[in-house]
């Protein structure tokens, strides 16, 4: 063991040792990122269990480590102070404070150019593969790589922060300060771009995700008479080709995108598409006013269920909870109440029940039972959609119904009137929902 004035007198060496070194190997794999990021092709590489990214952001990522060191190394000398020496010798503390802020500039002006590097790469590529619908490289990059690099940002800017009051309360000088503040200035801008890069790239991907699947509706979509079918025994039980065309056109290039991903990453891409789609399927059929009768709303429904039966399947390539997340989502919701909706039509023009001939109210009876039965088994400690062999949804009869909720949630369901209109029987007419209570604003008096 040294005694205490040598190790005291042997800081300032450690430390210029530190920072050479940590220089030093800057210089060579601040030089490897750069050339591997110009030939780059962005494929999936492992960097651990369960891991993937690009080569050229983990890189970029280890090129920071050696400069996060000796930041760090530097925070902790000026908190802690410099030991006292014995026998009366006191250790040249001012000249080793001087030496310690002294190496933070040139630190972090290494450490801001690795991090802009990185990010106008990563934003360069995110913009070229999305532009291109080159999912499974834009995935991995907006949705592992861009995670990545902003929490290295962030690590930074916490860094240069702690090292800036540091200064300013160990004496440092005006020129030094201002060096400093300029430094934690670009690691916030650059911090703030990253930020914004994945908001926007999010953003974008739902964009051009929206207008592939209207167009898509517009021309593979049918509007005419096949929705305004009457209704008899005999219900379609399978999907229109249509809408496992769009399943198969834009969901499952998602999923294959991010099946390497981890969990957060699948849910965060695949919700954004599956909204998207459903959302602008909703959209299209508002703007084209297509007409449904209880036959129509029922391979609608069929048609929907395309795309829950997709994500619920291995085929999927998700994680069991990403799955389960994104079938939560509140667009299966949306279409569920809209096709509910689309079966509320209890009245003929002959003033029968459109599916039977038994009498007016079969029907309107027959929904009303599986609305309370679906509140039921909607309730705590029991599963969502899931019915006895004797509910008509279960066997397939002419009351079949999917149900988006309780009457309080169709009632909050977005152009509920206009969904409504839409329906064959009945579309003109005013459907009142029973009264609540918590509507009318009114409390009962005792």
């Known amino acids: 063991m040294l005694p205490t004035s040598a190790v005291a007198a042997l800081q300032p060496v450690l430390h210029s040792l530190h920072h050479t070194a940590a220089v030093q190997d800057w210089d060579t794999a601040f030089c490897k990122a750069l050339s591997t990021s110009a030939k780059d092709k962005c494929v999936a590489v492992p960097m651990g269990p369960g891991d993937f990214g690009t080569q050229t952001v983990q890189l970029f ?49 290494r450490l801001v150019a690795t991090l802009q590097s990185a990010s106008h790469w990563l934003s360069t590529k995110t913009n070229l593969y999305l532009s291109s619908w080159t999912l499974d490289k834009f995935l991995l990059l907006s ?7 902003t929490d290295t ?45 994945s908001s926007a790239a999010s ?22 008479k096949v929705w305004r079918k009457k209704s008899s025994l005999d219900l379609p039980e399978e999907p229109n080709t249509y809408a496992e065309q769009a399943v198969e056109t834009v969901l499952f290039p998602v999923t294959e995108g ?7 990453a699948q849910i965060s891409a695949v919700s954004v598409a599956v909204s998207a789609m459903l ?49 939560s989502l509140d667009a299966f919701k949306h279409v569920e109440g809209v096709v509910t909706l689309l079966k509320k039509q209890p009245f003929g023009r002959n003033g029968k029940s459109e599916t039977g001939s038994d009498g007016v109210l079969k029907l309107s009876h027959t929904l009303e039972s599986n609305m309370s039965e679906y509140s039921h088994s909607t309730g705590p400690g029991s599963n969502r959609g899931s019915f006895s062999s004797d509910s008509p949804i279960a066997n397939g009869s002419d009351s079949d119904v999917a149900v988006g909720g309780s009457e309080e949630d169709l009632y909050r369901l977005p152009n509920r009137q206009a969904w409504l ?25 005792l």
């Open 61 to 109: 990522r280890e090129v920071c480590y050696p400069l996060l060191s000796v930041l760090q190394s530097v925070e902790n000398s000026l908190q802690k102070g410099y030991p006292s020496g014995q026998n009366g010798v006191i250790p040249p503390l001012a000249n080793y404070q001087t030496q310690l802020l002294l190496s933070i500039p040139p630190t972090l002006a």
């Open 258 to 264: 991010v099946s390497k991903l981890k969990t957060t």
């Open 143 to 149: 949705q592992r790589d861009l995670k990545v690099l």
């Open 203 to 224: 953003q974008a991907f739902s964009q051009d995700c929206t207008k592939m699947t209207t167009n898509f509706w517009q021309e593979c979509m049918p509007t005419g």
């Open 279 to 327: 959302e602008s399927w909703l959209g299209h059929i508002l703007k084209e006013r297509i007409k449904f009768s209880y036959h129509g709303a029922h391979q609608l429904q069929l048609d929907f269920s395309c795309v829950r039966n997709f994500i619920s399947s291995e085929f999927s390539s998700l994680s069991g909870d990403a799955q389960q997340s994104i079938l």
């Open 421 to 445: 209109a839409l329906r064959v029987h009945g579309g003109e007419r005013q459907w009142k929902l029973p009264s609540f209570p918590c509507m009318s604003g009114q409390t009962d008096v």
């Open 153 to 197: 940002a962030v690590m930074s800017l916490k860094q240069s922060r702690q090292l800036y009051m540091l200064a300013e309360s160990g004496g440092a000088n005006y020129q030094l300060k201002l060096r400093l503040n300029h430094m934690v200035q670009q690691l916030n801008h650059i911090s703030a771009g990253l930020h914004c890069l």
